[in-house]
């Protein structure tokens, strides 16, 4: 007889397992992904954030999704096997590395969309380094809308300044030969105000830390609720159990929290310095 | 009670599941091992002339059996894709250097899974399973999430479980090591890919070299100003891993400080001067890609057929 | 003859920043014209250059104005990839450039990107490469390349396109004296065919074919005159800290016409005239022996005996394959046994003998400044930096110590700031004294004078001179030859993983044209007093 699993794995891994008990419906996951791209581009589009990617971007995305494979494949497991399974739901290094890796690609490259192509760069590349495309294109959706997307919603909302980083006037004098770097006046106030919040923005410390939070919350839901919830089930038959996705996003809300406030300091900082 | 030869042996134990792995990543492999398996290299044998797409195809299918059939598939699947690297270039080199990273990641993987294992879950992969206890950890490991025994059937499980990504992982990076980006991304464009992204993946594909190479000399730079050295050599991994971390910051600015340049390279040598492009270099089928399609049938064929005879996965993934 | 470039009135000032860093009023080139374009780091050539290839105003922001017409035609109305069928860029660094696995890949780009058909782009490929002499290359990978050979490359994938300007922005750098002395010879040859300009410190090398010279200074044209005129700027050209060759003074000097080194030369021997020598020091007591041997599995063998002494500066010189940087790497333990080579490098000092590749070990006693030395710059501040060694390592050095190399280096008013926020030749001095804070007195160089201007070589020209004052060993490798002639007290040739000469300066560069090591001018000046 014909091992029912052989079915469940379907074309290319994919399982199409729709009815798994507990299992988020697909409309509503559709109906996310569509209504979170279009509500991107309406406030994109709204307070001029949207702007083509030029050459120089698709090189730092590429950068960034080289260290992504690196750490995913060397670092990170490195680091994994120092946190005992115990924490393990608390704390992954290999997910957290490659989160403050992408923060600083969005920090350097400062425009909507740049989120959901750096996931989507690394999905194709983990697949050639490691996966062999098994799963795809569901990975790379699951990526770049899980994701990427709230990166991108960040960078629209901050209108192109995730960590505070703008383009205020300055002089470029340092010593013989050396030219600031453009965007290098330091920390400016998100929404360009420059009393009451404007003013408490503005303070060099405090994107990063607003950035981190409200990048890092998000993080940690999406990722047990849209795999577990909806995608392991899809892909590969996953079992639903809605106590551990409750307690995964719990889990891992400390660390992706943490995480996300650092990595937007070292995103502020290589922005910073490379202008 | 558990004795101080129990208790020694139980941190043996541990360490021994955290440490070869990572004593066979840094110290075995390093930084240019993992280059060497990671990158193109110019050569000429068979596999060099199969078509990259074909090798997509092989790598799919590769995981398509290995994850509907029982584990000794999967274990022989990888044997079989490793030892194709004794016939690419410094082919010994490679097969010892793949091997290591294969056996690294199993043993990593064993010892990730089997101290964790519950006994629901060993209930449902082993039917009628009464446990055969080989090891009784120490009561304060459960701190770190183990289990209070160690039997025979998480061994088992954890194993077998360990065989289900190296196969993949051996053909994938087959692919790498056998084509250029370039012929790869040629077979992405196929799918429509657009060209700016396989320009990035392009760029990625390349800069994975200098990263390794750059985070590489960090590190030394920072073992010979002194990092560690004030403590035993035995705390050499922990070092290594905060010069690592340590390094991530100056290497990714150096690296995309470079980064400008490559742009405007690109974009002074006209690209994305026109929605298509063309290929120098057509990628064509053969008949040896012909063979190989051959093989994935044959592969395809196996799956049906072990799981017609009953040998089909046994083992659930949560 | 027409204009090939025609600019008028344009300026331009970075995104984020109020100064201009670059203003022209008028400017331009003939057809078939080759310009020498210099000046110090951060002067505006690049944005110069980049204003001429469309880079700005089309993809780097900030506020432009006026007009830059190519041809007649202004950039403003052209996009860059249409403006790069004109104009061709090569730039300073090849493994910046280069981002495909071979060589036929690398320069079939250009043509791929404007979707000709595989048949005519494989005939632009053959020609680039015949026309740039490296079809010894094809087929090779690019990431084995010496950066000699990767910049030729480049040069070629720019060519692919056969452009009627084409720009080079210091295009010799980065890579070696025989990369260098091709990508001269290149250029030679293609004077009058197409429009040229070349963006380059060592004027002496450009000088010989080119027809006129721009000198840069904070974003203005200062100088722009016919080669045959230049004598007359040689003073101001000095004062803007242009590397000027010891002939041209010494020609102008003596009221002489031509500032060839053989007329020069001539008049020096027949009036007798004596030019002074650099000081060569024999150094103090011995600080470093070492000894050793190191196979690859290509076959690559290196074999080597040295001792080195207190107080003196060595230059490491050899074409690439030589096996300078593995002499260094053998130094510093960096060789990996299992993966790359079997080493057996032994260093000895007066106190300690180190036989295994114990870095942290060889690290107490050599100090290493790489040539990417961004790489070791891991702290916040520059402060934090030079006591990074203190702190891992608890080295002798005390805060007078380290507020002494702070002083050597003029770092005291960047203490609190972030080293990778600082310019580059400040992060070098960073770079390098955080090394020496390490504590160890004997310190190795990796081409420390690529990329750097002649005001920043000059700096670190008079830092190494301090530092040998004050007893360190310094071991540089090096392919700039005038820097090795003017601060070098000793020479070492390295050919095929062989010592094949050792020597003061002026002893190796006698001979050094076999290795492939072209002598500055200012030996070959003396030389003829010498005889």
New interface residues.
Partial sequence: MLNIDMIKMGFNGIAGNLSEPGIIPWPIVAIYFALASLFLFYIARKNGSLSRFKTVDYVYVGIGAAFMIVWNFFVGPFLDKFVPSGAASFIGFGSLGQFVILLIVIGVVRKVGVGMLGWAIYDILADIYSYGFGGEPIYLIYKMFAFGIIMDLWIAATRGKPFGIGSGKTSNATDAGAKAPAGSSGFVSASGASAGIGSFLSKPKVIPVIAGIVMGIPYAIAGPLFFTGFFAPLLYGGIVDWQAIIFGMYASLPSFLIFGIIGSFIAARVSKVLG | MYSLLDTFISWFVLIFG?GA??YV??K?I?????R?I?????YNTFLYRVNPAIK?VF??V???VV??TIWWIGAILTVAVLSLYITLE?GK?KLY?GSLFIMSTLV?SLW?YA??VTYSTLSVVFPHFTPDVIWTWPSYFA????QHVLTLQALKYSFQISFR?TA??A???L??MTN???Q?LRT?HRFH?PD??L??????????????E??N??I???????????HSKYLKPIFF?IA?M?????????????????????????????K???????VPINRLDYYVLAIVVVLIVM??AI??M?F??TIP?? | MSKAIEINNIEFAYLGSSDKSLSIQEFSVEEGESVLITGLSGSGKSTFIQCINGIIPHIIDGTFAGSVKIFGTDTKEMKVPEISRTVGTLLQDPERQVINYTVEEEVAFAPENFNIPAAEIKEMVNNAISSVGIDHLKGKETLKLSGGELQRVALASVLTMDPRILILDEPTSNIDPEGTNQIFEFLRKEVGKRTLLVVEHKVERVLPFIDRVVVFDQGKIVVDDKKENILNDVTLLEKLGIEIPENMFLAKKMGLESYDIETVSQYIYENKIALKMPERKKGGELSLRTSGNVKYDTGFDLNFNLEFKSGTITAIVGKNGSGKSTLFKGLIGWLDDMHQAVSDVKIETPEKVIKDNNIAERGKIIGYLPQSFDLMLINRTVKRELHYSRRVRGNSNSDSDIERITKLFTLEKYMDTDPLMLSQGQRRRVAMAATIAGGPKIILMDEPTSGQDYYHKKNLGDEIGLLKQMGYTIIMVSHDMRFAFHYADRMVVLDSGKIVADGTPEEVFDSSEVYGLLPPAEFSLRRGIIV
């Fill in positions: 955290v792995p990572l990543i840094f075995a390093g930084f240019n091992g993992f060497e990671t990158v193109y290299s110019k997509i790598a799919v590769i995981m398509m994850t509907t410094h080199r250097i990593g990730g101290p964790f701190i770190m999430g183990y990504s993949i992982m053909s994938a990076l692919l790498v250029t980006p370039s790869i992405l890919i700016p992204i320009f990035s993946i392009m760029v990625a594909m390349r800069t994975v070299s200098f990263v390794l750059y985070l000399e960090s030394k730079i920072q073992m010979m100003r002194g990092l560690g050295s004030k891993f690592a340590q390094g991530l910051v100056p290497t990714i600015i150096h690296i995309m400080r470079g980064g400008k340049d490559t742009g405007i390279s690109a974009d002074t040598r006209g690209f994305r001067a026109t298509k492009r063309s290929y120098v270099e057509s799956d049906v799981n017609i009953g089909g996965r993934y949560n």
